[in-house]
């Protein structure tokens, strides 16, 4: 008799996000932490990652003035976060929030994440 492994669901949420929110998930991260929370950035990091084709669509280039993009051909992405991730983006954002650390810059992205 083989043993069936049961799959597990996981609570996950729907989060659109425009190119550049995904772009700044990269400064809620840690740059140091224990190793769950490294492997949960990295989880994240990996799913809002930018493809070679989205890419090139929207003409994206990093030169003097920072990272640019064409705004006309913008998109917005549902991308699908564990609630873990979610858990972990919020306590990022708490973190940056209570030591005067989170830019203005970022306000529509915190309030994606802690909406959910």
Do not use: Y
Not at 16 to 36: K, T
Not at 74 to 86: A, N, R, S, V, Y
């Amino acid at each position: 008799m083989t043993k069936e492994k049961e799959k597990v669901a996981l609570a996950t949420v729907i989060v659109s996000l425009e190119i550049r929110e995904r772009l700044q998930v990269a400064n809620l991260m840690p740059e140091r932490g224990n190793f769950l929370e490294m492997l949960v950035g990295k989880h994240i990091q990996k799913k809002l990652e930018l493809s070679s084709e989205e890419v090139e669509t929207i003409g994206l280039k990093n030169n003097q003035s920072g990272v640019t993009w064409d705004a006309t051909k913008e998109f917005d992405k549902d991308i699908e976060l564990t609630g873990t991730e979610i858990e972990f983006l919020k306590s990022r954002i708490n973190a940056l929030s209570e030591t005067n650390d989170l830019p203005f810059s970022m306000i529509g992205l915190c309030e994606k994440v802690m909406a959910n």
